[in-house]
Antibody, heavy 123, light 109 residues
């Protein structure tokens, strides 16, 4: 069974930083593209970032480019999201999502999701 | 970036058929993927590609596509199908990116 467990969320002041983690199990982590997707309270889903299976290719939504950095440690089966210069509009539940396919770039087909970790940016 | 447009809300009588649509230029190139999200839960993949339903998803869920419009059809809607439904696809305006629709809240009457 695929399991994705996010952690690292919390309350942070505007301009601050947080690092989210997503511990994966139940599949061969190094073979799959991984993604972060967020959902602001009461709003829809927004794709944030994706990383290729090797970590060599990383892509970001315009809304976070230059502030967020995605990475992975295949030896630890863990995905990360480093979030800097946080803004109030970054407040959301952040989901880790596994790509359905094992190719090197996202297919936009997310077949497994974690339960999310809540990030609140407020003074 | 590209946009995907969904009707905010749709309702269906119990046991009837409902179609949820998703429109956008990226759908001329890529198939839509569909997710179901119930309150307080993570999204669940319900349909993807030309004609693919993940294991465990009832066969009353089906998908189709024409031009810039993709549709998710629920044939014989059940009370447990009441949820928000989101479409997404690759973004043609900027490769390697992903775009989501705004979501459709389905009410089963």
């Amino acid at each position: 069974e695929v399991l994705l467990l996010e952690s690292g969320g919390g309350l942070v002041q505007p301009g601050g930083s947080l690092r989210l983690s997503c511990a994966a199990s139940g599949f061969t982590f190094r073979n799959y593209v991984m993604n972060w997707v967020r959902q602001a309270p009461g709003k829809g889903l927004e794709w944030v970032s994706s990383i290729s299976n090797s970590g060599g290719s990383r892509n970001y939504a315009d809304s976070v480019k230059g502030r967020f950095s995605i990475s992975r440690d295949n030896s630890k089966n863990t995905l990360y999201l480093q979030m800097n210069s946080l803004r109030a509009e970054d407040t959301a539940l952040y989901y880790c999502a596994k790509d359905r396919s094992g190719i090197s770039e996202t297919t936009a087909e997310f077949d497994s999701w974690g339960q999310g970790t809540l990030v609140t940016v407020s003074s | 970036s590209s946009e995907l447009t969904q009707d905010p809300a749709v309702s269906v009588a119990l046991g009837q058929t409902v179609r949820i649509t998703c429109q956008g230029d990226s759908l001329k190139t890529y198939y839509a993927t569909w997710y179901q999200q119930k309150p307080g839960q993570a999204p669940v993949l319900v349909f993807y590609g030309r004609n693919n339903r993940p294991s465990g998803i009832p066969d009353r869920f089906s998908g189709s596509s024409s031009g810039n419009t993709a549709s998710l059809t629920i044939t014989g809607a059940q009370a447990e199908d009441e949820a928000a439904y989101y479409c997404n696809s690759r973004d043609t305006s900027a490769n390697h990116l992903v775009v989501f629709g705004g979501g459709t809240t389905l009410t089963v009457l």
